[in-house]
């Protein structure tokens, strides 16, 4: 198995002159109604820009219509087992896993079902530059045994019986809740972000990495390590904001992770840079015994 792309080709929709204040993406605009996918992406407002952007999407949506029924196949391949048999015994995964029917495995992205719609190209090249060229960073990218750090900015209320914690990176979570003497302890982090796949209904669906995977298919490296895991509501493997609904599971057509870099589906797209925020109060109240 080859892992050397030979070169990144440029990431398309990217740009120095991008304004600080959004994110470059790319968006499935084919397998969105054009008046919908019109509200999101960021072209100038000129009635020129307009009408050539609705010209655009509605080309992208007839694309789609012009495919082929999708035939779904197993995306899951064989490889070298040695490296994904010691990423499994992990306690993390383990842990992370525990009760599902899962498995790690080398899978082909290309055909691997995309749920969410955009994403982000700032900063992809570089994100996945190691990992495209050496296995063991391609298994550290995919699979973190270790969890992100987070740049978190706080602030006190007033009263100060409240705190706002505030951060760059948008999967800060709360990761736990511990007692010990004298106080109780609330944990937020980035939790571990493992490239996961979902099968569901006979397709597979990626379910967490989406930026990280695409760069790799855009970097030419398409056979990528990853949690494989079975859903049975198509609920459980919903990846936050931004998805789409439970429809694309019996869409003719649905979209598929080389899409976001196919020009005929997809296009050059911006949305504002947002920051992932916490208020947590402790305000006093008083229960009957």
């Known amino acids: 198995m080859s892992l050397s792309a030979g070169g990144l080709p440029p990431l398309l929709g990217g740009g120095e002159n991008a304004p600080k204040t959004t994110h470059t993406t790319r968006l499935l605009a084919g397998f969105i109604p054009p008046e919908k996918a019109a509200r999101t992406v960021h072209w100038e407002q000129t009635p020129q820009a307009q009408a050539e952007l609705r010209r655009q999407l509605d080309a992208r949506c007839r ?3 012009r495919r082929a029924d ?3 196949s197993d995306v899951v391949l064989r490889g070298d087992r040695e490296p994904l048999d ?4 992990r306690s993390d995964l383990q842990a992370g896993f525990q009760g599902q029917n899962w498995s790690v495995e080398w899978v082909d992205m290309r055909q691997v079902v995309a749920v969410q ?4 190209t700032d900063g992809l090249e570089q994100r996945v530059l190691m990992a495209s060229q050496d296995r063991a960073a391609l298994l550290e990218l995919c699979l973190p045994e270790a969890a992100e750090s987070a740049e978190v900015e706080f602030n006190l209320d007033p009263d100060r019986r409240g705190i706002t914690l505030v951060s760059p990176n948008p999967n800060l979570r709360l ?3 511990r007692h010990q003497t004298g106080a109780v302890v609330i944990r937020f982090g980035i939790p571990a972000g493992h490239v996961t796949v979902a099968r569901f209904q ?4 990626l379910r967490n990495g989406y930026h990280r995977v695409a760069g790799l298919v855009h970097a030419g490296v398409t056979t990528v390590p990853a949690v494989v895991t ?3 509501t198509f609920e459980n493997m919903v990846v936050g904001d931004g998805g789409f609904g439970g429809e694309v ?3 003719r057509v649905p979209p598929v992770m080389a899409d976001f870099w196919d020009e005929t589906v997809s296009i050059a797209s911006a949305h504002p840079i947002r920051r992932t925020g916490y208020h947590i109060r402790a305000d006093e109240i008083r229960l009957p015994a």
């Open 63 to 65: 694309a789609v219509a």
């Open 70 to 72: 999708f035939q779904p």
């Open 86 to 89: 010691e990423i499994a015994a």
């Open 117 to 120: 719609r955009e994403v982000i």
């Open 175 to 177: 990761t736990g809740l």
């Open 202 to 205: 006979g397709r597979h669906y």
């Open 230 to 232: 079975d859903v049975d």
């Open 249 to 251: 599971a019996t869409w």
